[in-house]
């Protein structure tokens, strides 16, 4: 997306995942509802994620954005370990 700045939605999903994750190498947040923040895809890359099935690192991400799901319609979820 270039220079553009994030959303709020983006943002504040942002900010709650690296609090939940600090040790998070990297963390993306994209509204792909158009800006209207009803569906976001997210990519962590995280330490906290090893030794956890796909499953389980997924459940993580969804506890730490409990509050903030109530209000979306949808979430992608793509988790990974630093290389």
Request: charged letters at 30%.
């Amino acid at each position: 997306r270039g220079f553009t700045s994030q959303t709020d939605g983006e943002s504040r999903l942002a900010r709650v995942l690296r609090e939940k994750f600090p040790r998070a190498s990297a963390i993306k947040v994209v509204d792909i509802s158009g800006g209207c923040g009803a569906m976001y895809e997210i990519h962590i890359e995280s330490e906290e994620f090893r030794e956890k099935r796909t499953v389980q690192q997924h459940q993580m991400v969804n506890q730490a954005l409990s509050e903030e799901i109530k209000h979306m319609h949808g979430l992608r979820i793509f988790t990974s370990t630093p290389k």
